[in-house]
């Protein structure tokens, strides 16, 4: 996008909402941000630290029984070879996504409106992956020896098999993660400086001071640090297209008819976008509130963001209706059974929940009320999060449940492990997340004030930070 | 550190139920010897528990310290170096392969034989270091010609079964073999002075030449006494109606290479009937599509084996079978003066049209009366036989094989009333279960606590043995000498392979007990009794008959009687009789249990039905308008009420079974037993028999009860193959006129690959399976599963569809559901040549073999199940929990020590048997010579008596397997993924008969 157009388009923009409420100067800006870190957690941070913890409890359990009894302590079955873990994976994977793509894409076409919410969209991306990361190694049958994924010399002199998607996934994610940390930390550098400026224990002043490795702030710090932090950006942008490609290419490679399809990686990596920016969607608002946020998370920041979800979820329903016109179009018998059963299958309610949430309710965003109404876009987010579940568990499940042999079809059933799984990685997330919420700002300060810096003085916005 | 145990038992030749070595017990000092012969002190638990029944030797004293270990480590150098290891004390002489001295890591194998029936099937085992692992069929036996029934297979899994007896039991408690064996003989010399008058014997029904001579002894030394036999499952009929037609009880046989024609009346040939393996090889060879092909008509009340091979088969209930026979007769000789009873449309079409065939290939066909059918049925079939001259060509007639004809419930109903009578001091059953096997309404549950003396030998304590004074575990038939009879009457001998591992006595054993007889062994009296056969060098030519299992030029000659029209004739008129209304109840030995006594056997149970796929029940199976009418759906609790005798059971709705009949197999429901695996499983359908209609009965009472529904445990559970061109069939008319067939072609077509081809070296290995041959008897499922070491892991496994057989046999419906035609189609790994598996697999645990097998490396697996996402096929197994790890030490003698046991989290799937292809390498490389065709037989190939299953090299051109597959009727399954697989399977043809069209 030419500089001209993205002022032009700015200035209208600026028009509309505010992205920073003006009046604000770096010390209330430093310490409103900076509060919910300083101060003792309030009741409320508690209670969803408790729950969140109940359910890493939970997923310990979980775990633990997968280990000791095998994948057999799960539902799946011959030929449903993979189900919940797989689903959960390709889900969590998805949700990392808008991370990636507000801090780095989003930097890359300098849309200012991400400032106040990529730290957090960061966050979010590295715990979802953590989550993500849980299932691979958990879904084989010895993860014990896992780590024959990894190409390592070995005295076996075996290679893994670079031919296998899964080996790909390895290098994906791996990548994927180790770039989005480097990007999350790299981001709060500067923060953690102004933290440990900020604090009045020596305590915290001495950890803060580890953790912002020497930050002084220097002219020839902000100058290295703008260049990494650009060149990261660069790096992690195309993860955000490449990740959830080869995530797709697992079903996509494979012969099987509901996972052969040449749409996959865009509808996959539309998917991961639309449930990534709901589930933004799902922890800011609350977190705004609580954390007293409002006036650096605007509600032109939520609104952008629908808009988004309503872009992405459209792609997401093109992606549907393309996979059942190719299954008509190309008259393979056994691709149109697949999406037959879809319809009117076991898991045709499965199927009709994942049309409401997805096709419909992104439908509403077409309102600017419902943009602009928080009850209505928060339920809406979690339903979303809800569809790109029942999404995967379809493509994941449903394909593999009735094949091309009918004297192999099967059905599935999940178990309470699989159940405990997915409500677990879901409590670790949550624990994650407000671990990181106490002691991280967990909106980018600098990035904030310079932006705010920028509106009140005019700015230059083609200038190339 | 493996247990001091497990080393003990590395250098043991043969080891005993408790793993350990038969030798004598040793004392280091005369104190050490008398505490170990005082009582147990309370505080011995060893004692107290099951595994070390009194009269056992006492359990080696174990304890974990490193001087212990010491000691005993040079107690058993001592032991080895004094040359303690018991020899076998006779001989036993291999079959195939005569090494000078047994090498440990090279198989033997030695030719036996087992008996149903009273039909002996020859037999050759494989073991290893006296380790029976794998059953096979003797390729010289008439019975068998090299292939193996399930039955036969599996009992090698009954063989090491922990829950076998290992205790002789005299009114319930423990006693020891060698007191009951002095108690027996006193008794049996008390018996003596009246002759024995009040003695009395149930036996298993038999032909073995040695229990005939028991037997003879037995009733020479109390002439008093009486023998009488029973089976669940008798050939009471046949024999019954070869005494109609012909005024004596016969031995009806079928030699099928004969016939162009046969007509099957609820006769289920192909599979559970003596004689079966034997004559679905003589079936198949005529099912290729040349003008040999032959034509099966069967009419049966619920689709069995036999049935679902027929080209026109239609459902009759099994009480208008007779009628539908009668309207054949007189067809085919209206001079028998068989009036022609007025028949439904369809079963007179079909009549019809059989008689018009039969009667164009006179001297060229069979028709086979079943065994659940009246003497009145087999005395028709008899009848139309002879009329079209198929006697002594294609229908065989002898004097009976077996000693008694008689075994059905009139047997029992005699011993019942001799024993209300009080006639009974002594009752000796060899037969197996009675209380559970004979009709109830016998009443000789109660008629038992009358007798005085009962004795009772099993391989499981079951609902008999808790009833009997003495109770003795029985030997396997793999453990102990014998003999008996093929179904053409070859003599057959009974070699056994290892030591009664349970302790237990076989049937000779325990009837010259009662002679007190305890020295002269069965192997004894089996070389006096054949003695006299033998010509002046005694030793080697009984040698030689005990290492080919059998005595060549022993059958039984057709014998030419002529038809008695006198007693015929009332046979007739009985037939012609209009059967009562109302709902049918069938009984069938079932395709896994038998008649129940394979109910332990846990293959079996795992094992999917040929037709219904079910696996660890049986079922009231219904016909899909039955189910309607009476609102009944698959699962559906039924009591079932005949006569006032109650069952509730559970429906399945089965395709292809006659209307308004329900057919409930035998063999489930066992309550009463130490069985640990049939307890519980299934339903009594004993229950419901009556002695007067133990086949079929009428006047059946169908309420559907309340309840939640019972969980099948089924393997293949969706009828039909969706209108997709999976397992296919082709007419003998259009293949012979070459007429171009669409599908066909298009699942043979050659598709472009963008790789570059492979060059296999050496072989490349294929695999042509012929749908025409395949009845789905389920033979080579068992055989994959005894070779390849496959576990069996139960039905809640199986229920959620995990199920680890390599092999299966899908079965799909064709047509109406209330009639359908039926195809069976084995699939295992078709070994891809692009093997979708292979390239998804992250650690290259599943690569191709540079001949082109598609193999599974367990060590490498890590379990992603990837491979088995993307197998079109889904011949993929996975370990989803420890299938392998509960093994005691006995079971784990079973295992093939060729086949890696797979661990939990591992994927695994056929290969082929590359095990069986490396040592055919060895062999072959170590004797200089090359491969050749033929050399290599896969279990599945072997076991299979219908020679569906052929394997070779496709680069030698002329190798079978190569113009099998060149043929227009071979094609490649799911052709369109052009996944190459290097088994190909052959369309099955079928014969229909022009005018039913």
Redesign the interface.
Known sequence: MAAGTASARQRIDELQAPLVNPGETDETLSLSMLQFQLKPAPRGWWLMLMLGLSGVGLLGIAVSVTLYQGIGAWGNNISVGWAFGITNFVWWIGIGHAGTLISAILLVFQQKWRNSINRFAEAMTLFAVMCAGVFPVLHVGRPWLAYWLFPYPSTMVIWPNFKSPLMWDVFAVSTYFTVSLLFWFLGLLPDLATIRDVSKSRTRRILYGIASLGWRGSARHWHDYKMAYMLLGGLATPLVLSVHTIVSFDFAVAVLPGWHATIFPPYFVAGAVFSGFAMVMTLIIPARRFMGLKHVITERHLENINKVILATGMMVAYGYLMEHFIAWYSGDQFEAFVFQDRRAGMFRYVYFLQMFCNVLVPQIFWFKKARNTIVIMWIASVLIQVGMWTERFMIVVQSLHKDFLPSSWSGYSPTWVDWSLLLGTMGFFTTAFLLFLKFVPAVALSEVKELSHELQHGGHPGAGR | MPSLEQKKSLSLPVLDGQGRLPARTLWRSPEEHAASQAAPSAGDISIASPEFPPGAEPPPEFTSSRRSFVQLLGAGVALGAAGCFTKPGEKMAPYTKRPLDLTPGNALHYATCQTRAGIATGLLVTAWEGRPTKIEGNPDHPSSLGAAGVFEQASLQSLYDPQRAREVRHRGAGSALRSFQLELSAHGQRLRKDGGARLRFLLEPSASPLIASVRHELLSAFPKARARAYASWSREASYEGARLAFGAPLEVRYDLAQAAVIVALDADFLSNEPGSLALSRQFARRREPTAEMNRLYAAEPQLTVTGSTADHRVRVRAAEIARLALAILAQVNPAAGAAAPTLPPEQAKWASAAAKDLSRNKGRSAVIAGERQGPEVHAIALAINSALGNLGKAVLTHAPLVHEVRAGPSEVRGLVEEINRGEVDTLVITAWNPLYAAPRDLGLAEALAKVPNVIYTSLFEDETSARATWFVPAAHELEAWGDGRAHDGTLTFRQPLLAPLYGGVSEVELLSALLGETERTPYQRLRELHKSKAGADFETTFTKWISDGLLPGTAAAHEVHALKPESLRPALDAAARVPAEGLELVFAPDYKAYDGRFANNAWLQELPDPLSKLTWDNAALVSPATAKRLALESGDLVDLELRGRKLRAAALVQPGQADECITLPLGYGRTATTEGVARGVGFDAGALRSAAAPYFDRGLQLNKAAGPAHRFAIT???F?????S?ALDVNLMELREHKPNEELEEQRRDHPLIYEKIPYAGNKWAMAIDLSKCTGCSACVVACQAENNIPVVGKE?VE???EMAWL?I???FEGPLEDPKVIT?P?ACVHCEAA?CE??????ATVHSDEGINEMVYN???????C???C???V???????YNDDYTDVEKMRFNPDVTVR?????EKCNYCVQRVERVRIDSRVAGQPMKDGDVVTACQQACPAEAITFGSLHDPNSRVSLLQKEERSYRL?NE?N?KPRTWHMARVRNPNPELG
């Open positions: 293949h559970s969706h039909t193959m969706e209108g997709r999976l496994q959620k569809s995990r299966r899908d079965r799909y189609q699939v979708p390239y998804v697999c992250p650690v290259n490498r697996c890590v379990g992603t199940r990837y088995s996402n993307n079109p096929y889904k993929r197994r996975f370990n989803f929990l420890r661990a939990r989290g591992v994927m799911l993924l996944t």
